[in-house]
């Protein structure tokens, strides 16, 4: 006989353990899917999961699109840590790229070392300044984050809209929305010829570093925790709990800037309506798959990542609709919420008696 | 110049119409938060709604079986999240935005065979009343049954909640989930049903956009519409009646806004299209602003697990 029983404490092993398994669950429901789809399941998986980052161009772009997964995600962990629910990243990350794009088309056609520092710095200040709505929102007017951080997602993008639309858009650009290129200096360096992999990197890179040291070695760290783990403890202990707040969005703005800031002066050299698909949600997974930990997320961007790149692959070679990657980007939450049972629970065997 | 009464009329129904889908998300919604969960997921399931609803109609021809087949789609999907949060308890936050990402993925996927397809014509209601009385008759005459049912549904909610022993007992669980246990009331069964209540309404609501108010599939086409239907639960205060007035006045956003570029107001289209979503947060922070007020009308263990020890 199986039973149920309650761990006295959650188990550290399977904390680290159970994204893995969440990994698992995904690869064969997902090829349960592509089977009811029509699809020989493992050819597809291999398509998707493998075939993408099989050669050095294939692997450039993974890493192209986890370092802004990477990025945002290591933002909203200071926000999920600490019990603020931040879900719109994606607004911050447009609203950051609007404000850098708008800087880096005032020096269009200048050339200077000071340009690309100029720009960097206004996208991560554009995305805190736009995640400092819904903070302010909450901590003064008790309005619930969740959802003002999420209209403003929508709000951002039809910002984004109207100037590539209208007052920015290329003036020799047929009416096309977009805006004119950023000139060389206003663009992150490539680090490899031939390869579309940038110097934005580094900035995810950082951003893991800081963290780290943040969340481990400060006190901001331990009040972050302390407020995660129980809101009534954190006020007793005398935190400043409204200053704090602002703070861990702030923060996740800045990333979330940072990271429309690389797609734009990265890959994309101009804005236009589509700079992102949908990085600040996908971030969200990567951030609970990474276990808000900071070396968990960079695994888990890297994961994440192969969604995207396998979703295009498998459109091209197998015609399986690109959503796909969305679908598996659910299951992979799902799952890794369902597994979190085993944290708090465990079978036990018990021998039936004869 | 002499503006046709009936005109007037046609403008408040079309209002109204817009606001069919929030107030049907709305008050499953409460329903499932008055218990004590929170599903954010209503985005979701009301997407897995509108293409079940269109796909069914296209391939079986009934629109019954597409209607009854979008509200038990939504029933489906929720179950993933009933399962979830009710049996592995699970975060709720989390829970529903998987359930969310997961639906728009879904939906696309299996809508992509039914891009471009016409709809059907919706059977309306006493169209022959229409023109009887003016103003009144395009507003009560030569609607869906859909809609009906929607206008309808925040009374039948109200009703449900005050004065059926069930109701009772769904506010019991929400408010306190532990006295409703000891007094022997199975949490966990009205949490799952409710959570399913919620995930038919959503469907519905999803298959009232697909099927008769722009009969035809469109990826992404709830368009943010499940997350102001969240919105309008807190706006309510979780009371069903305040739904109705939150929706109309969001219907009416959308509504103005395509009379305003019908008109030419020099007004940016990007900003009006926001207009609903500003207010959104307008609204919320007016709302929100009494926290005292808030603390007691949400139901107390929203969104906070309950997991009975064996």
């Known amino acids: 006989m199986i039973k149920i029983v309650k761990r006295d404490q959650p188990s550290r092993a399977i904390f680290f353990l159970t994204p893995v398994l969440a990994i698992f669950l995904t690869l064969v429901a997902g090829g349960l899917i592509f089977y009811i789809l029509g699809f020989k ?56 790229a609007i404000v850098s794009g708008g800087v880096a088309l005032l020096f269009y056609e200048q050339e200077g070392f000071y340009i690309l520092p100029i720009v960097i710095l206004a996208g991560a200040i554009g995305g ?27 709000v951002s993008k039809l910002i984004l809209d109207y100037l590539v639309v209208g007052p920015w858009s290329n003036p020799e650009g047929f009416n096309f929305p977009e805006t004119r290129q950023f000139s060389d200096s206003a663009k992150l360096p490539l680090l490899f010829e031939g390869l579309r992999i940038h110097a934005g990197i580094f900035l995810a890179l950082a951003a893991v570093v800081i963290s780290w040291f943040v969340f481990y070695k400060t006190y901001l760290g331990f009040q972050m925790k302390v407020s995660g783990f129980s809101l009534k ?29 690389g797609e734009i002066t990265g890959p994309i050299g101009q804005l236009h309506r589509e700079i992102s698909p949908d990085y600040g949600f996908t971030a969200i997974i990567v951030a609970f798959l990474g276990r808000l930990h900071p070396v968990g997320i960079i695994f888990a961007s890297l994961v994440v990542a192969i969604t995207y790149l396998g979703a295009e692959t498998a459109q091209i070679f197998m015609q399986i609709p690109k959503y796909t990657g969305q679908v598996f980007q659910g299951m992979i ?14 079978f036990k065997f018990i021998g039936s008696k004869k | 110049m002499i503006i046709d009464i009936n005109f007037i009329g046609l403008i408040i129904a079309s209002i109204m119409a817009s606001a069919v889908p929030l107030i049907l998300a709305s008050c499953g919604e409460l329903i499932t938060e008055r218990s004590g969960v929170l599903n954010l997921g209503v985005e979701g399931m009301m997407i897995i709604g509108a293409i079940s609803g269109f796909a069914l109609m296209t391939v079986t021809g009934s629109l019954i079986i597409a209607i009854f087949g979008a509200m038990l789609a939504g029933v489906l999907i929720s179950t993933i999240f009933a399962f979830l949060t009710q049996t592995l308890i699970t975060n709720h936050v989390a829970t529903g935005l998987a359930l969310t990402i997961f639906g728009i993925g879904i939906s696309a996927m299996i809508g992509k065979n039914f891009v471009g397809i016409p709809g059907k014509e919706f059977p309306v209601l006493f169209e022959g009343l229409k023109n009887t009385i003016p103003l009144l008759g395009p507003i009560l005459f030569g609607h869906s049954i859909v809609f009906y049912f929607a206008f309808a549904l925040p009374f039948i909610t109200s009703y449900f909640l005050k004065k059926t022993k069930i109701g009772l007992i769904v506010r019991a669980v929400g408010d306190s989930p532990e006295s409703a246990s000891n007094q022997g009331i199975n949490v966990r069964l009205v949490r799952y049903a409710c959570i399913l209540y919620g995930g ?67 007004i940016p289209v990007q900003f009006l299209t926001a207009l609903p979503y500003i207010v959104t947060i307008i609204v919320l922070v007016v709302i929100s602003r009494d926290s005292r007020k808030i603390r007691l009308s949400t139901p107390s263990s929203l969104g906070k697990s309950f997991h009975k020890d064996n």
């Open chain 1, 333 to 346: 939450l799902f799952f890794l919420l369902a597994s979190d049972y085993l944290l708090f629970f465990k």
């Open chain 1, 233 to 261: 403890t954190a006020k007793y202990a005398g935190y400043k709990g409204k200053k704090m707040i602002i703070l861990v969005f702030l923060i996740s703005g800045a990333c979330a800037g940072l990271a429309g800031v």
């Open chain 1, 41 to 96: 399941p493992f050819e597809a998986l291999k398509f998707f999961f493998i075939v993408p980052i099989a050669d050095k161009y294939g692997f450039s772009e993974l890493l192209l699109k986890a370092t802004p997964l990477c990025l945002i995600a290591i933002g909203l962990s200071f926000c999920f840590k600490s019990n603020n629910w931040n879900i719109g990243a994606e607004g911050q990350l447009t609203f950051g």
């Open chain 2, 200 to 266: 038919a309404m959503s469907g519905l609501a999803g298959a009232y956009l697909s099927m008769i108010y722009t009969p035809q599939w469109i990826e992404n086409m709830t368009g943010g519409r499940g997350w102001i239907a969240l919105a309008l639960v807190v706006f309510s205060t979780w009371n069903p009646i305040k739904i109705l007035i939150g929706a109309m006045i969001f219907g009416g956003l959308t509504i103005i806004q395509f009379h305003m570029q019908a008109i030419g107001v020099r």
């Open chain 1, 128 to 154: 805190m300044l736009y995640a400092s709505i819904p903070a302010i929102l909450k901590t003064y007017f008790n309005t619930n984050e969740i959802l003002v951080s999420l209209m403003l997602v929508y």
